[in-house]
């Protein structure tokens, strides 16, 4: 019966009182403030205070629940992760560029319609030009709208506003209403695994045990839960024994959980680095290609009105007064076309778009390895990390462990030799393993499992009463029970844990025989260098201890259930083993030889660390040959000051026996170096160092909610090879992404200087529906097949990228000029000849000649960009099937547009001479490609103006 059970009966309208408000009862179970508690009169005190009853709950009226709801919030979450509406997806992270990209493109779009249908070619002849720039302004918010659905499925995979039923009384009665109907003062019953559905004060005894892994990061973080000692309860975590009531005093936006969540809740339209230099050189662009423009359209209208102009039969188009209104108005409006046309070339609206399709590509490739990428940007930002920290459980070692030593007294107990142990001595080792090991922890799994099939344990546990239990946790380290056999009425209190911890609070030892033997200093000495030795061979140690307490000694305490650690008897020591896992050397090595330093944080003790570190290869040296510096111990590294922390930082591979204050200050001090840092995790790290990492690795299975709620990239395998994996294919990322740069930046020049110099000296080649058509067309296609190459084992041999190194390199420019500046020869030189062209193509076939080589060239210049280095571009092409699809759909339909739509496309049919011809002047893009590789650039940034 609980210990309120005698409590009245009172109801109050008007919840909270003055004694307390929504933010003291918020911040008495967040602080665990039970000086607070206590000044408020106990658990009895709140209760009557927020106008509840521990037996009959709230009064179940509407009015009453309403104005709990309206003081103290509703149970929902819609701050928190509220689902954003489409427009916000499709203007996205570009949204101040691309609402500016809009409007030059709808102004160009008036013009055209006003003037150039109108006025020139008429409705039926040019519609397709302001068709055409439409579709580009389109386009604009077509980058981001594949973020829309991700969004939508990231916000229901966020758990946020499921609705579960709980059970909850009201006015005395027991009802099941909607977890999100409860309320502050609501009484809720708990049973085994219902999530806590509210922050409050557990009501009753006796305790129950309760995962809060969710809220510290750790997966054996189980706590006991009781009224008198400890009765807070958050939302998020889990009762995983016991049953009882709660109160609930915190519920939705103002409960821990929600603060939390708030603080790891990604923005998914958060500019990335990327993202960031990719604007800036988008705008540079931008103001480029207006500048051109204007300059454009000032050189056009001073050469008209000047007289430098001719028409076609040879003569100047203005002659002052001569020239009729309808005459000069057409001139004009000829050259707003052109000037139209250079700023409608300058937008770099597909560059959004391709950096989305290979972030895209990113995430469907890396669920091939087991990995699931939540936020895109983690995809740039992942080929750029430089230091990994990472736990080693689950993820350099297999979390399936097994029993490899068991020492009784200071005796190796070998397999097979366990009947020569005293049977009394065998059922106390029994009876801590049955009560005493949870089958959720792989430890104790294992533990549990190497006593039944090597001890033969069949404990019937109804044989025994529990009385108390004290659970494990990361600071702790062990755990107890203490129980009284039914046979003979006796108590018992069993202890398990970290064996030197365990060690510590031991006053004496069971022989094979199954007799006590004092541990002196001596003797301690002798099971410290067995505990280091089993360490030093990467075996985390466990000791079980036992103490049968007296009855006078426990009627004396008037049945006190607390667990006393004084005066026990060593049962013995195991010794538990993690193989490393598959490829995990191979792995580490990869990660080293890619300049990726690896530095590993665990709880385990020096000797243990130091032979897991070099079993994976992070150490690589022999303990004789390790350098100075390179193990820590977590005291030590938070010890250090400011100065020689920074100092020792690179040369630190392995802090052990950690604190989740280490990892993060470990964190903290290498990006304060420079360090892209990323950190996996596999239920042991804490939030704050997740929140501090650039990119967040969690565990599949290892990993807790929490982790995974705040992580970037899931590994549903939790091996460390999949980790590299992503390391490479980041990579390649960042390096497909370049070549897409450098593919459309190639055409955006070209495309700027033929017209530039075309409009100045002449007609321009091209249309508007032309150039669009290979903006809008062939470079989306072409950039989605650069897109879609494949990380090589080359990726893995260079350095990490710097965060200040430019997004357009040196050699990026050395070959987008050379291939600009050969497409702008060809094509002028095509259109300033007068009369027939120097391959003998008639005029009016002319323009189509002009735009298919351009067209072509931009099919070759893909296959110069697939390699920004070295001379063989053809090197792996035959396995990227889809950018060999993507050369024969781009040759399929720009041949039924020449061939098929001459009225939309404005071009006429080419033989298949002159189709031949066009290949060949592309194809020469190709040789002049390798050539330019031969000319050496410096390093230093030659544009450094750009910013990018």
Not at 334 to 355: D, E, F, Y
Not at 570 to 599: D, N, Q, R, T, Y
Request: hydrophobic residues 45%; contains cysteine; glycine residues 8%.
């Amino acid at each position: 019966m609980g210990i309120y059970t005698k409590m009245k009966t009172k109801k109050v309208r008007k919840p909270p009182t003055d004694k307390i408000d929504q933010t003291g009862l918020t911040a008495l179970v967040k602080y665990k403030d039970m000086c607070l508690l206590k000044n408020l009169g106990g658990v009895q005190g709140v209760v009557s205070a927020i106008g509840s009853c521990v037996e009959n709950g709230i009064d179940n009226d509407a009015e009453d629940i309403a104005h709990r709801r309206e003081a103290c919030g509703s149970n929902t979450f819609e701050k928190l992760a509220a689902a954003e509406s489409f427009l916000r997806f499709a203007v996205g992270p570009f949204e101040y560029f691309t609402i500016f990209m809009l409007v030059i493109l709808l102004v160009c779009a008036a013009l055209s319609f006003g003037l150039i249908v109108t006025k020139r070619h008429g409705l039926k002849e040019g519609w397709s030009e302001v068709g055409s720039i439409i579709v580009a302004g389109l386009l604009a918010f077509s980058a981001n709208i594949s973020s829309f659905p991700m969004g939508r499925s990231l916000y229901k995979l966020s758990g946020v506003g499921n609705n579960r039923p709980v059970d909850v009384v009201r006015s005395g009665r027991r009802q099941q209403i909607s977890i999100l109907e409860v309320v502050v003062g609501d009484v809720v019953f708990l049973k085994i695994g219902d999530p806590i559905p509210a922050d409050g004060l557990f009501l009753d005894e006796p305790s129950i045990q309760v995962d809060q892994s969710s809220m510290t990061g750790d997966s054996h973080d189980f706590v006991d839960v009781n009224c008198s000692e400890n009765p807070f309860l958050f939302l998020g975590t889990k009762v995983v024994d016991g049953h009882g009531r709660m109160l609930a005093t915190s519920v939705g936006m103002n409960t821990f959980w929600a603060e939390i969540m708030i603080s790891t809740n990604h923005d998914y339209h958060e500019k990335t680095p990327l993202q960031e230099r990719l604007n800036t050189m988008n705008f540079l662009i931008v103001k480029v290609g207006l500048g051109v423009a204007f300059l454009v359209f000032a050189v056009l209208l001073a050469r008209y009105f000047t007289g430098n102009t001719e028409d076609e039969s040879g003569n100047p188009e203005f002659s002052g007064s001569q020239t009729n209104l309808k005459d000069i108005v057409n001139a004009v409006v000829g050259i707003v076309a052109a000037a139209v046309a250079v700023v409608v070339v300058a937008i770099p609206n597909g560059l959004p778009l391709a950096v989305r399709l290979t972030l895209a590509y990113f995430r469907k490739r890396t669920s091939a390895d087991h990995a699931i990428l939540r936020n895109l940007s983690a995809g740039e930002t992942v080929g750029s990390v430089t230091t990994l920290c990472t736990q080693e459980t689950g993820t350099l070692m297999q979390s399936q462990m097994k029993v490899m030593q068991f020492w009784l007294g200071q005796d190796f107990v070998a397999v097979g030799a366990y009947a020569s142990i005293a049977p009394n001595l065998l059922e106390l080792i029994r009876e801590g393993v049955a009560h005493n090991t949870a089958a959720s922890i792989p430890t104790d799994k294992a533990i549990r499992s190497w006593t039944v099939l090597e001890l033969t344990m069949n404990i019937e546990l109804e044989s025994y009463n529990i009385l108390h239990v004290e659970a494990s946790n990361s600071q702790k380290k062990r755990s107890g029970v203490l129980m009284r056999k039914k046979a003979d009425n006796t108590v018992h209190v069993h202890w398990k844990g970290a064996a030197e911890m365990i060690l510590a609070v031991c006053s004496s030892y069971y022989d094979a025989s199954g007799s006590t033997t004092d541990l002196n200093d001596d003797e301690r000495i002798k099971f410290e260098q067995v505990i280091e030795g089993m360490a030093a061979r990467s075996f985390h140690c466990i000791a079980f201890a036992h103490k049968q307490v007296p009855q006078e000694e426990y009627a004396k305490n008037n049945g006190n259930r607390m667990l006393k650690e004084d005066n026990l008897s060593l049962l013995g020591i195991v010794g538990l083993k993690s193989p490393c896992c598959p490829g995990m050397e191979e792995a580490v090595v990869a990660c080293h030889s890619a300049g990726v330093g690896i530095k590993m944080i665990t709880g385990d003790n020096l000797f243990t660390a130091k032979a897991i570190a070099t079993e994976c290869g992070i150490l690589r040296h022999g303990p004789q040959d390790m350098l100075d510096g390179e193990v820590v111990e977590g005291v030590e590294f938070r010890n250090y000051s400011p100065e020689e922390r920074m100092e020792k930082l690179d040369r630190i591979c392995v802090i052990a026996g950690s604190s989740p204050s280490d990892k993060l200050l470990l964190v903290e001090c290498l990006k304060r170096k420079g360090h892209v840092v990323a950190v996996t995790d596999d239920g042991t790290n804490d939030p704050p160092a997740l929140r501090e990492a650039e990119v967040v690795l969690s565990m599949g299975i290892q990993g807790s909610k929490m982790d995974k709620d705040s992580s970037d990239i899931i590994f549903l395998n939790d091996s460390f090879t999949s980790v590299v994996s992503a390391l490479r294919w980041g990579r390649c990322i960042y390096y497909n992404i370049q070549k897409v740069i450098q593919f459309r930046l190639t055409v955006t020049v070209s495309a700027l200087l033929i017209i530039s110099v075309a409009a100045i000296s002449g007609e321009v080649p091209l249309t508007v529906f032309q150039l669009l058509w290979v903006k809008i067309v062939v470079e989306a296609m072409c950039a989605l097949a650069l897109a879609s190459e494949q990380p090589t084992s080359e990726l893995m041999e260079k350095p990490p990228v710097c965060r200040s190194e430019r997004l357009i390199t040196n050699i990026m420019w050395r070959n987008i000029l050379a291939q600009a500046l050969y497409q702008t020869f060809i094509l002028l030189t095509l259109q300033l000849n007068k009369g027939d062209s120097i391959f003998s193509i008639k005029k009016k076939v002319k323009n189509a000649f002009i735009f298919n080589t351009y067209v072509l060239c931009q099919v070759f210049n893909v296959i110069n960009a697939r390699n920004l280095e070295k001379k063989n571009v053809f090197k792996g092409i035959k396995r990227n099937r889809l950018l060999c699809g993507m050369f024969g759909i781009t040759i399929v339909l720009q041949a039924a547009v020449v061939e098929f739509l001459k009225g939309i496309g404005g071009t006429e049919r080419l033989d298949v001479r002159q189709w031949f011809l066009c290949a060949a002047l592309a194809g020469i893009s190709g040789l002049i490609g390798w050539a330019v590789k031969l000319i050496p650039v410096p390093k230093k940034p030659i544009l450094g103006f750009c910013g990018v």
